[in-house]
């Protein structure tokens, strides 16, 4: 049906589909989603070219997070501080395992 391209994301392979294809197999493409998570994304073609990208929505909500924290400054500046090892303890906040099961509900 559609070819593999190698997506820029990790090595992994991305299906390529033409827009008629997508149309006609989107409910397929939702299922292999599910099947093979880790490499989840079908790029549609329209006249030969990219138009879009299809991928979990948990990859969606996770690239949307992402951004939300990139576009943050103080948080960026937080995070390299961290990195660069010279944040303060105030910054730093540790959980414990009773306190991370007790905010998730488990």
């Known amino acids: 049906m559609g070819q593999t391209l190698t997506a820029e994301r990790e090595s992994s392979q991305a299906e390529v589909v033409t827009m008629i294809e997508a149309d006609a197999t989107l409910s397929r493409i939702a299922d ?33 997070e992402t951004l939300e924290i990139m576009g943050d400054e103080e948080a960026m500046a937080a995070i390299r501080r961290f990195q660069r090892g010279t944040a303060s303890r105030e910054e730093i906040k540790t959980y414990s395992l009773e ?8």
């Open 32 to 64: 292999e989603f599910t099947q093979r998570p880790s490499e989840a994304l079908t790029i549609v073609t329209q006249h030969g070219r990219p138009a879009l990208a299809v991928l979990p929505w948990e990859y969606y909500e996770s690239l949307m």
């Open 99 to 106: 306190q991370i099961k007790q905010e998730l509900g488990v």
